[in-house]
């Protein structure tokens, strides 16, 4: 009699158990940090290692996390070409650079130098089942977008007037309903 009754209570047990454990794991990953949904935020985050002269693509935290923004289309999307990416302008944020991460800067020479530079332009490369939606969009739309941190997204640019500035490279764009 006392196993019967034991085999099922240690069924439920296990049963919740395992589902709590399943709940647990699952809220983990889908747990989204301020970064993702908001771009000054995530220029902050990408500061923080730009300030240190690490490059924000080699941070394992941020590489394969998914982003969403708002921004403005500056050209139209050309969905005829098979790496054509749209380009997207954010509201402008400024960063602390170390100017050894600048290429052609000779790091020895910069030392612990920093400099200020423009994070406003986006480049994301849409997914494929949504170039259509991307082609749509005309140029100066207000748009919402989801895409993917890479390992190469961000970029930094010496530009002639012997300053610089910062591209962000998204991959798997998605077009999203506006808030």
């Not at 085999?7 to 158990?17: K, M, Y």
């Not at 993702?36 to 935020?41: E, G, M, N, V």
């Not at 302008?89 to 800067?105: A, H, N, S």
């Not at 993917?148 to 970029?155: I, P, Y």
Request: glycine residues 6%; hydrophobic residues 40%; neutral net charge.
């Amino acid at each position: 009699m006392r196993r019967r009754f034991l085999r099922p209570a240690l069924a439920v047990f296990l049963s919740v158990f395992a589902i709590t454990i399943i709940a647990a794991a699952a809220a983990q990953q889908e747990k989204r940090e301020p970064w993702q949904s908001d771009f000054r935020a995530y220029v902050r985050e990408i500061g923080k290692d730009m300030q240190k002269g690490v490059d924000p693509s080699d941070d394992a935290h941020l590489n394969g996390k998914t982003v969403e923004f708002e921004g403005t289309l500056r050209k139209a999307f050309d969905a005829t070409k098979a790496d054509a990416e749209a380009e997207i302008d954010c509201e402008p944020q400024q960063i602390t650079v170390m100017l050894k991460l600048f290429p052609g800067v000779d790091a020895e020479k910069a030392g612990d130098k920093t400099g200020t530079v423009t994070l406003s332009k986006v480049f994301v490369r849409p997914a494929e089942s949504q170039r259509d939606a991307w082609k749509v969009l005309q140029p100066g739309s207000k748009l919402r977008f989801r895409a993917l941190v890479d390992h190469d997204s961000t970029a930094l640019v010496t530009t002639s007037d012997i300053g610089g500035l910062v591209l962000l490279f998204l991959k798997a764009g998605e077009v999203l309903p506006p808030k």
